[in-house]
């Protein structure tokens, strides 16, 4: 037998052993790769910095969606959507270039609440999106002012 059959059948056994060690028991709790995301593709509205109840700086902004229906001419919507950003970085980043006008790619963590009357009746559903991911598609034009100035 070659050298490099018996390396071969060696590395195997060893991958082999780390995969069922890896493999998880059966458990009644909840495996770690539950989740709901969503990706967007947008255009930036309303920026807003706002401070967290324990005083921590997030960014929040408004992300237009355009849709269209290719069997209707005419038929476009846009919906809207509200993001928070926490990550120290993206904060960084966003508080220097992010302005309304701006077309990014967005992954966010989905999370939604009851929100309830006096009576402690649902009255509706609010979707909490935060940020995880983002990539800018295209930067927001230059204001007018701010050529004449340069």
């Known amino acids: 037998m070659s050298i490099i059959m ?17 493999k998880r028991s059966f458990s009644s709790s909840l495996s770690r790769n539950a989740f709901a995301k969503m990706s967007l593709l947008g255009t930036v509205g309303n920026v807003n910095v706002r401070e967290t109840k324990d005083g921590l700086q997030f960014i929040n902004y408004s992300l237009a969606v355009n849709r269209y229906n290719p069997n209707e001419p005419d038929s476009r919507s846009t919906d809207w959507f509200n993001i928070a950003v926490f990550n120290e970085k993206q ?20 999370r939604q609440r009851q929100i309830s009357d006096e009576n402690g009746e649902n009255k509706h559903t609010l979707t909490n999106l935060r940020q995880i991911n983002y990539d800018v598609v295209r930067f927001a034009k230059k204001d007018t002012e701010e050529d004449e100035v340069n």
């Not at 904060?91 to 992010?98: E, R």
């Open 6 to 22: 018996k390396t071969y059948k060696q590395s195997s056994k060893m991958f082999k052993s780390v995969i069922q060690q890896q």
């Open 91 to 110: 904060i960084s980043f966003f508080n220097n270039y992010l302005k309304p006008g701006m077309q990014l790619y967005v992954e966010c963590d989905v």
